[in-house]
Structures are given as C-alpha cells and as structure tokens.
C-alpha cells in the first residue's frame, strides 16, 4: 500500500505559477511511475503531466506544453508539478496518482485527495 497526498494548490490571477507537490509514502514509494491529473467540475479527469520510474519517459498533455513541468526528488520520495503562465481554464482539482506501470491514463493504483487551483483572469 502507499499513500499520496498532494499540496502546494491555491489562488491566483491569470500569469501566476504555482507548484504542487506530492509525497508519496510507503515500501516502494521511490519506484512508482508518477502523475498528474486534473478535473473540472462537470468534466472527466484528464492528464496533465507523468513520469515513468527512471525519468526515461515525461509527457505532458498539449495544452500545457511549454507551461508546466513535472519533477522528481526520489531522496524526498516527492513529485513537483511546476505550473507557470496559468490560464483560467487550467483550473481544477488536481490529482497525484502512484503506480506501478507508467500510463498516461488513469491505470494508477494510488491517488491523492486532490488538491485545488483556481487561476481567476
């Protein structure tokens, strides 16, 4: 078992950056695949950013291409999203999800409660 819990969410104007953190707790904590995910209210989650175990493979959903940028502290078993430029449509919960196979869907055994970002214009 693992546990994931997210933080680093919040308020802020359009241009603004934000960075969520997730630490992960458990045995394997340090050889999970990692991601973010996001949900609108009235929308499905989507991802937002991943990373497999090694950091070999990173992706990013296109609409924050350029924007945001997933990072990892394996000493401090913590996963960064670091989110630059915000727009209002970037707001939503965002989710931390650990698993054992890297995937950009939502295959992730371990989740976070979510944690909030509004980006006002």
């Known amino acids: 078992q693992a546990q994931v819990v997210e933080s680093g969410g919040g308020k802020v104007q359009a241009g603004a950056s934000l960075t969520l953190s997730c630490v992960v707790s458990?045995?394997?904590?340090?050889?999970?695949?990692m991601a973010w995910f996001r949900q609108a209210p009235g929308t499905e989650r989507e991802f937002v950013a991943g990373?497999?175990?090694?950091?070999?493979?990173?992706d990013y959903t296109d609409s924050v291409k350029g924007r945001f940028t997933i990072s990892r502290d394996i000493a401090k078993n913590t996963v960064y999203l670091q989110m630059n430029n915000l727009k209002p449509e970037d707001t939503a919960v965002y989710y931390c999800?650990?698993?054992?196979?890297?995937?950009?869907?939502?295959?992730?055994?371990?989740w976070g409660q979510g944690t909030q970002v509004t980006v006002s214009s």
């Open positions: 999800a650990a698993g054992w196979w890297y995937s950009t869907g939502l295959e992730y055994e371990y």
């Open positions: 458990g045995r394997f904590a340090n050889t999970y695949a």
């Open positions: 990373t497999s175990r090694s950091g070999d493979k990173i």
